[in-house]
Nanobody, 120 residues
Framework: QVQLVESGGGLVQAEESLRLSCAASGMPFSINEMGWYRQSPGKQRDLVAT???????NYADSVKGRFTIFRDNAKNTLYLEMNRLKPEDTDVYYC??????????????WGQGTQVTVSS
């Protein structure tokens, strides 16, 4: 059973930094992508950053140059380093693990989410 447990969210001022962590367990070998998504109430969940099994990364345009996704395979932990935070980064952040077979064929696993609030 896949378990993803996020931590590290909180309340910060604009221009400050936060690091989110996602401890993963029970991961099947077929998981080939992990990532961070964020969502506001009543809105769709949006991609923030992903990292493939091979280490390729992808970022939303709004976070490029400010956020970094990386992982520690020995600790089975995924991270999101967030720098120069802006009020518009305020959201619930979700850890994702996925078996991606094609653009329209994927199986997703989600964590419970962690709140990030950035005050101006």
């Amino acid at each position: 059973q896949v378990q993803l447990v996020e931590s590290g969210g909180g309340l910060v001022q604009a221009e400050e930094s936060l690091r989110l962590s996602c401890a993963a367990s029970g991961m099947p070998f077929s998981i080939n992508e992990m990532g961070w998504y964020r969502q506001s109430p009543g809105k769709q969940r949006d991609l923030v950053a992903t990292i493939t099994k091979g280490g390729s990364t992808n970022y939303a345009d709004s976070v490029k140059g400010r956020f970094t996704i990386f992982r520690d395979n020995a600790k089975n932990t995924l991270y999101l380093e967030m720098n120069r935070l802006k009020p518009e980064d305020t959201d619930v952040y979700y850890c994702n693990a996925a078996i991606v077979r094609s653009k329209r064929d994927r199986k997703d696993y989600w964590g419970q989410g962690t709140q990030v609030t950035v005050s101006s």
